[in-house]
């Protein structure tokens, strides 16, 4: 991730500003919050990356565009930072493999094959979730119509929600009584959790699928007859 351009510390405080529309103590007040995070330089000047604009710009969106408040856009830029944090996690992640098979130091884990987190089971009918959620199930019906919150179907169709489901509702709940983040904030940082979620799930997949891979190599390797073998069968 450090590799990325996208991610290298390049514009001071003054011209970040102005990429942005922004005065210099918004950027400041913004990184108080959590909502950037500037690298600093080895004077400790603060230095903004292509992807610190991008953050900024966002920031800017949803507060005048969508009208959603400080306490949704921390919610917003917490995921995304943690979006960016998994990718970093993942390319690490991968460089740690590639050494390991270079060094063929230790046998790579067994898959764990295409395995269903159990979180992701359909069970719940919707007048069981909404008691779980306190909710109505009028609101859960409302909730999915703005795809912020997707249930299964069993085979008759009936809407059936996970566990993670529930975590969802709740976190919508939590959002929208205790922060009193808007249906605009809302379906931002649910679009985010959703992406967030599918991003883990692909990183999983992919580091299952280079274990798998690699492991096949270190095996082949490991059963291929010496040299020495050869020459004895010559003799």
Do not use: C, W
Not at 43 to 48: C, H, I, P
């Amino acid at each position: 991730m450090a590799s990325d351009s996208k991610h290298r510390p390049v514009y001071v405080i003054s011209v970040a500003a102005e990429l942005v529309d922004m005065h210099p103590q918004t950027l400041r007040l913004y990184e108080r919050k959590g909502l950037i995070r500037p690298g600093r330089s080895t004077g400790k000047t603060r230095l903004y990356s292509e992807r610190d604009i991008e953050h900024l710009r966002e920031i800017r969106r949803l507060t005048q565009e969508l009208g959603v408040n400080l306490a949704g856009v921390e919610e917003v830029m917490r995921l995304q930072h943690e979006l960016d944090d998994l990718q970093g996690e993942f390319e690490a992640e991968i460089t740690r493999i590639e050494d390991e098979l270079r060094d063929r130091a230790l046998a790579l884990p067994s898959s764990e094959g295409g395995r269903t987190d159990p979180r992701d089971r359909p069970v719940y009918v919707i007048s069981i979730a909404a008691e779980l959620v306190d909710m109505h199930p009028q609101t859960l019906r409302l909730y999915e119509r703005k795809q912020l919150i997707s249930p299964g179907r069993s085979s008759g169709k009936t809407r059936l929600y996970s566990e993670r489901d529930i975590e969802h509702l709740r976190e919508i709940r939590r959002l929208t009584q205790e922060l009193g983040v808007n249906l605009a904030g809302v379906e931002e940082i649910m679009r985010l959790r959703h992406e967030l979620d599918g991003a883990r799930s692909n990183l999983e997949g992919n580091v299952r699928r280079i274990q798998d891979d690699l492991s096949e190599r270190m095996t082949k390797l490991r059963t291929l007859p010496s040299p020495e073998d050869g020459a004895d069968e010559g003799q």
